[in-house]
């Protein structure tokens, strides 16, 4: 705890020189200087920041089409196995097609839906939750009445049946996973908002007459915004395992378009043989999920007024 803090607890704030003021860090400063020192923050904003570039640039990135097949060079193994080649540094699939390819190619159907599925999961939840929290009385109870019903079904199996009948085309998952998992930003925001509504910053802005829009938006939003970046971290990495089950299932994207998921269910069969077929993909999922979770949490560390660590 610094002098100046120490002096704003015990009222002795008069007693600073106005110089020791004026130097004192502005917040932005702090923020980059717990940025600049928060590991997780550092790895998760890197990967996947990585990832994203990959995504973007793949067509830049590799010689191959993702779809073009060659039976004449199935199953080629990776460069650091035996009687592997330069010419595809993670080998094959079983069809012939170049595995880094369609890893980097996965990439973008992996970031799409799970940023596609936390933002409008986001806006759903977060926008009850605000409302519910806020109002209060009747207003929250419908609003949980809606959380309770979500919570009663299972979310794969409704998933795997929308996901059926609807086919499994991108924007489907996208949004068939969004209306799925906003159950969480509503519980968490309607907590976090119930605290915050008592607030005298929110109780100053009822006086000067700001209406219940102003107060919501200007006022608690900004305030229950770390929470919400966590919330949408996870949920971004549950699409994301999500979207790879269903694929996996053969009930998500279908072929012959590039998904980790995917490639880990046309991969099963010859795991015993070429285990990098599954291998390769699993460990993308596995860092991709664990880079998001960490980079939320960094940012809820950084971001957050009482300077968590």
């Known amino acids: ?5 120490r002096d704003r607890l015990t009222g002795s704030l008069d007693t600073i020189p106005i110089a020791a003021i004026l130097e004192a860090p502005s917040p932005r400063t702090v923020m980059r200087r717990r940025a600049a020192t928060h590991i997780g923050f550092l790895f998760g904003g890197t990967v996947v920041l990585g990832a994203i570039l990959i995504a973007i640039f793949a ?9 073009a097949q060659d039976l004449t060079q199935r199953l080629i193994p990776p460069v650091w196995a035996v009687k592997g080649s330069w010419a595809h540094l993670l080998g094959t699939d079983s069809l012939g097609r170049d595995y880094l390819t369609r890893l980097m190619y996965g990439a973008r159907i992996s970031l799409i839906i799970g940023f596609g599925a936390a933002t409008i999961a986001g806006i759903i939840g977060t926008s009850l939750g605000l409302i519910g929290g806020y109002f209060g009385g009747r207003v929250d109870a419908v609003v949980m009445y809606f959380v309770n019903v979500k919570l009663s079904l ?6 795997l049946s929308l996901i059926s009948v609807f086919g499994g085309a991108v924007w489907v998952v996208v949004t068939v996973l969004g209306f799925l998992f906003w159950d969480r930003f509503v519980v968490v ?3 976090v908002t119930q605290q915050v509504r008592t607030a005298d910053y929110v109780a100053a802005a009822e006086a000067v007459g700001a209406s219940h ?10 305030n229950v915004m770390n929470h919400i970046i966590v919330i949408a971290s996870l949920e971004m990495a549950v699409a994301i395992l999500v979207e790879a089950a269903l694929s996996f299932l053969g ?33 993308a999922i596995f860092v991709l999920v664990i880079a998001i979770n960490m980079l939320g949490d960094g940012i809820r560390d950084i971001t957050a007024p009482e300077g968590r660590n």
Do not use: C, H, K
């Open 251 to 283: 009930l998500g994207i279908r072929p012959p378009t590039p998904s980790w998921g995917l490639m880990i269910s046309e991969g099963r069969n010859f795991m015993f043989f070429q285990p990098y077929l599954v291998a390769i993909p699993g460990i």
């Open 189 to 191: 925001t309607r907590s």
């Open 59 to 67: 067509p830049l990135l590799t010689p191959y089409d993702p779809y």
């Open 154 to 159: 299972p979310g794969i199996l409704v998933a």
């Open 213 to 222: 829009w102003r107060i919501i938006v200007g006022e608690i939003l900004p």
């Open 1 to 5: 705890m610094t002098s100046i803090e």
